[in-house]
């Protein structure tokens, strides 16, 4: 996870296509500028970046989904809840699947967990948008081999 460069997700762990769903992984960092602020003495990964992390989780897998055809844009948060907190050095493994997808845009439900148990959920809206342009397009390609995304799920 980096968090200066708001890369949230470190690798695919999972992804089945036939599903619609992804599982994947991240380290919170020990240490980060943000957890001066969040909060001194006490340091908690903000809620606003568990929810970010679900929607790169969901990102990645309507990517797949979509055989990097369309890009999809955090549109709308639903329901989403911070059950407990998750500190630096967690290991964070969050899930998202596809619960709707038609008419320019996708719905995901995503959980993060932490040593199995339940932190935050979330249910996510995309808007599914071409790729603005090729340097979009083989940046996210280039992101997709950093974290490991299995080519095989999206080659026919």
């Not at 959980?111 to 339940?118: D, E």
């Amino acid at each position: 996870m980096q968090l200066e460069y708001f890369h949230l997700i470190d690798r695919i762990v999972d992804f089945k296509f036939d599903e619609k769903k992804i599982a994947v992984e991240a380290l919170v960092p020990k240490e980060n500028t943000i957890f001066e602020g969040h909060f001194p003495g006490y340091p908690l990964m903000p809620g606003v970046l568990l929810i970010e992390s679900m929607a790169q989780a969901s990102g990645w897998l309507l990517l797949g989904l979509l055989k990097f055809e369309r890009m999809p844009i955090l549109a709308a948060v639903k329901e989403a809840k911070v059950r407990g907190s998750v500190f630096p050095g967690d290991l964070i493994a969050i899930e998202a699947g596809l619960t709707h997808e038609g008419s320019g845009y996708a719905m995901t439900e995503a959980k993060i967990r932490v040593g199995g148990k339940l932190r935050a959920n979330s249910t996510l809206t995309f808007t599914l948008i071409p790729f603005p342009n090729s340097d979009m397009r083989g940046h996210m390609e280039a992101m997709a081999q950093r974290v490991g995304f299995p080519q095989q799920a999206i080659t026919p």
